[in-house]
Nanobody, 124 residues
């Protein structure tokens, strides 16, 4: 069982920055792919960024809509994965979730464990 807790959401003006953090309780944290997803009202959940499993190195994936603005990073020693979000836009407004999975990473169905989410609101 893996428990995930997101933090760092809030209200920010367009062009601003926020840093989300996902803290995980997992004895073998480095074996899990960690993804950030978001869901806006009346929209489908979408993948935002992924840090794949790895002890010393990992692959970082970004959705096209956030590439160049968001940066994902993981710290296996602290069992955390952060999402630095810069140049935020109103369309980034959503509830952001982190998720952990051990097989595959491209789809929500690949992740067995989910946090409760943190709200990000970007005002125009």
């Amino acid at each position: 069982q893996v428990q995930l807790v997101e933090s760092g959401g809030g209200l920010v003006q367009a062009g601003g920055s926020l840093r989300l953090s996902c803290a995980a309780s997992a004895r073998t944290f480095d074996r899990y792919n960690i993804g950030w997803f978001r869901q806006a009202p009346e929209k489908e959940r979408e993948i935002v960024a992924v840090a794949t499993s790895g002890t010393d190195t990992y692959y970082a994936y970004y959705a096209e809509s956030v590439k160049g603005r968001f940066t994902i990073s993981r710290d296996n020693a602290k069992n955390t994965v952060d999402l630095q979000m810069n140049t935020l836009k109103p369309e980034d407004t959503a509830v952001y979730y982190c998720a952990a999975g051990s097989s595959g990473w491209g789809r929500g169905a690949d992740y067995a464990y989910w946090g409760r989410g943190t709200q990000v609101t970007v005002s125009a």
